[in-house]
């Protein structure tokens, strides 16, 4: 299944290290040529006797211990296929987090451009400790897998979420990896995402409750299928792909139309507001006696249906947003907008559509509905997307 993928396993200092033998075996027995590193502190637990016998290659430990010296974090690094990091210990999680490359593992994984796996494994109270969440966190918004450890009973004699994940878990995770096509490699996809802000004045604005999280789950769908993606959005992201934070609709429209002829598909996931504010109020606008105020509203530019109109060879998708019905709106919509295809939310429902992380939506062409997708995460519906316009 595996063969000709070379799979790094990275073993740090936990007692969960015993387990990654048999993972190892795993690998082998698919035909994977694995190389194993650990950290001095994982010698502890398991032997590089063991690990060279199992992965019959030698086993890397010590940075600068290496008779004729070469870069050996870099050769390891381009050699292999994925990384696993497994058990991750709180210690080595900070490091990776934080960039420090105090041995050979944690050299390796900041030199290491291909997927990571990293699975946790420590005491409970270890892993529900903020600091070590926020490092997992930030691992996460930088595109790395993380597999949760399982509750349990701990080595440690504790009961808790902390256990080294199931092995089959682990394995998988790879093999998915390693087999996921790279069928937009190649394609480069502008994505928008989230609600504009159009300023009142320095300190107020209108907005809308758009989350963002269908335009993320595009991109990083977009990005794991090969994609140059360039995600240009009014939400904060830490990605491994180009993220451009803007606020307005002009500033988006501006970003957009700047890299827009070499653009192979835009999918406009963003909520775009369709007034602004016709003269934001440079100080900020002081209660007085009156019982009203005036706010002046003048029309943005339809960004989407301006893309249509100047497009040479781009894909171009629209999203729209219906609280009544949905398909009768929506093809009238995607007729007026120009756009190739159009993704119809039912926004009446609360148990999909804007901050929930579930949708369920009609993809349509200009020529009616062609496919409806069930209830699903967004990652999943965003995958659907990907398909139906790439096959
Ligand atoms: O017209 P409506 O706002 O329903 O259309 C929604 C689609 O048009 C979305 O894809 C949205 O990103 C885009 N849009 C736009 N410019 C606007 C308003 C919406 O590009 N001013």
Redesign the pocket.
Known sequence: MLSGKTVLIGITGGIAAYKICELIRMFKRANANVRVICTPNAMNFVTKLTLQNLSQNEVGIEEFEIPDFKPEHISYADEADIMIIAPATTNTISKMANGICDNLLTSIFCAFSKPVIIAPAMNCNMWNNKIIQENLQKLLNHGYTILEPENGFLACGYQGQGRLCALEKIFDAAVQKLSQPQTLKGKKIII?AGGTIEDIDPVRYISNYSSGKMGIALSDTAYSLGADVHLITTVSAQKPYVVEKVKS?LEMQKAIEKDFADADCVI???????YRVKQPSEQKIKKTSDEEITLTLVK??????HLCEIKTHQTIV????ESENLIENAKE?ILK?GCDYLIANDISRKDIGFSSDYNEVSILTPNGVVKKLERADKYTIARQIFEEIYG
């Not at 406009?268 to 369709?274: G, L, N, S």
């Not at 943005?300 to 249906?305: A, G």
């Not at 629209?318 to 947003?321: L, M, V």
Request: aromatic content about 4%.
């Open positions: 928008t609709a406009m996931a963003a909520a775009v507001a369709d943005n530019p339809d960004i989407l249906k629209g999203f729209c947003a919509k907008k």
